[in-house]
């Protein structure tokens, strides 16, 4: 038995791969198939010409009406062969004769990518043909429109859950320590903390949302006083003298349990108590010295850096996230999760209220506009530029294969019209001279 013999590429094959090499991708089925098009139009367009010879040379030296055919024959030869030069001229040498001004996209295909990037950037990225595009299209209730389909917002919610899920639960331990040590602890300890904090104080206390907070703090007091009533007492008696009798003790103790326990029921019970509004005063006070008194900023600075500088509040940090970080990614996983549910509701009611609202349309389709004009105006330059380094790094010659695929097929038809309109021309020439003669 021979021994198999190394296949050797085929010319076909090796101008595929050093397509490849170059730039220019490997032909796909799309390739293949605009290739196969192209051979069939070329063979018409021939197959005309072969045909107008044929009937040139059967009818050549007749009269009558066959001189009318040998002359529109002859006209056609003249047209098909015309448009054949100009056609082939743009992609090779015609008979691969080194005429001047033929293969023009091989040689001249920087040219070529320039020019197209000057007038796609001149005619396509400019910031008023942008903007009215996206403002004429209406992409907001377009898309509030499609939105407003239950099925359609479901899909929204279940891909950015997926997303979301996957991106939480690529964030480590040591990014959120790093982003929080480098970035976030530095920040707070380089900034005023007092103002801040006493204009937020004075926000909420004229706001009355330390009302709530302090609710639950006495609803919460008052259940752990009735609830430990042995706890109490018996911290109040190991505060008594030592000479004190027992039984006097456990009596005076248990009396101020009870006088407690009446006291937070009135404060509670009591929107207008005093001690309601001792504290609403003592904390509009702080929020006013944080502000303005430089003895408690220094105070609120001091407590601040301890705060940063004690490492407890880091692994607290890291151990909150951890939790928050699990119980989002567990419902953004979950299906049937309430949150998911929740986001594909708000979405719905978002579009709702956007298909009926046609100025807050027309804000989201300004803002659109604006962000696009803008990627436009600081990134279109960069971006057409991929035309010329694309156009510059292919090889004349499959750069001039590669276009001829795409065009090459459509350019058959000059050759075709060009046999058609030349032989019409050449009778109406011959019938020209017939009667001038007559």
């Known amino acids: ?65 066959w001189g009318y055919v040998n002359t529109g024959a ?57 903007r009215e595009r996206i403002e004429s299209a209406t992409p907001s209730l377009r898309l509030a429109r499609w939105l407003n389909q239950p099925a359609n917002a479901r899909r929204v919610v279940d891909e ?5 899920a996957a991106g939480l639960a690529r964030v480590r331990d040591e990014h959120v ?25 004075a926000d909420a206390v ?55 326990v009446i006291w937070v029921a009135d404060i509670r019970d009591d929107p207008q108590h005093r001690a309601r509004q001792a504290f609403d005063s003592w904390l509009a006070q702080l929020a006013t010295s944080l ?51 929740r986001l594909a509701a708000e979405l719905s009611g978002f579009a709702r209220t956007l298909v009926a609202d046609q100025a807050l349309q027309e804000r989201l389709d300004s803002l659109a506009s604006d962000a696009a004009v803008f990627i436009v105006e600081r990134y279109g330059s960069e971006a057409i530029a991929i035309i010329t380094h694309t156009i510059e790094s292919w090889d004349g010659q499959e750069a001039a294969e590669k276009i001829e695929l795409h065009v090459g097929r459509d350019l058959q038809f000059i050759r075709i019209n060009g046999t058609i309109v030349g032989g019409l021309v050449g009778v109406g020439i011959h019938a020209v001279s017939v009667l001038i003669g007559a």
Do not use: C, Y
């Open 74 to 130: 002859e006209a056609s030869m003249v047209g098909a062969i015309a448009d054949w030069f100009a056609v082939t001229a743009l992609f090779r040498h015609p008979l691969g004769l080194p005429i001047p001004h033929t293969a023009l996209i091989p040689r001249r295909k920087d040219e070529l990518g320039h020019g197209l990037e000057t007038f796609v950037g001149e005619n396509f990225l400019q910031a008023d043909i942008i």
């Open 177 to 201: 320590e790093a982003l929080l040590g480098e970035a976030v602890f530095p920040r707070l300890a380089a900034e005023p903390f007092a103002p801040i904090l006493g204009g937020l104080l």
């Open 291 to 341: 502000q303005s008194d430089p003895e408690t900023q220094e105070r609120a600075e001091r407590l601040k850096e301890r705060w940063l500088a004690h490492p407890q509040v880091l692994a607290s940090s890291i151990s909150v996230w951890n939790a928050l970080r699990n119980a989002l990614t567990g419902a953004l996983r979950d299906p049937d999760s309430e949150v998911r549910d």
């Open 1 to 65: 038995m021979q021994p198999a013999q190394p296949v050797r590429p085929t010319t076909r094959h090796r101008s595929e791969t050093a397509g490849a090499v170059r730039g220019i991708s490997v032909p796909s089925e799309g390739d293949r198939e605009r290739r196969r098009a192209l051979r069939r139009m070329r063979s018409l367009a021939t197959g005309l010409l072969v045909l107008a010879a044929v009937v040139f040379v059967l009818t050549n030296g007749r009269d009558g009406f």
């Open 206 to 260: 004229d706001d009355d949302l330390q009302r709530g907070l302090v609710d639950l703090a006495l609803e919460e007091l008052h259940g752990w006083l009735l609830e430990n009533p042995d706890t109490v007492t018996d911290v109040l008696e190991e505060r008594a003298p030592w000479w004190s009798p027992q039984a006097l003790n456990h009596g005076v103790a248990s009396r101020l349990h009870r006088e407690m």
């Open 160 to 164: 950015v859950s997926t997303v979301a």
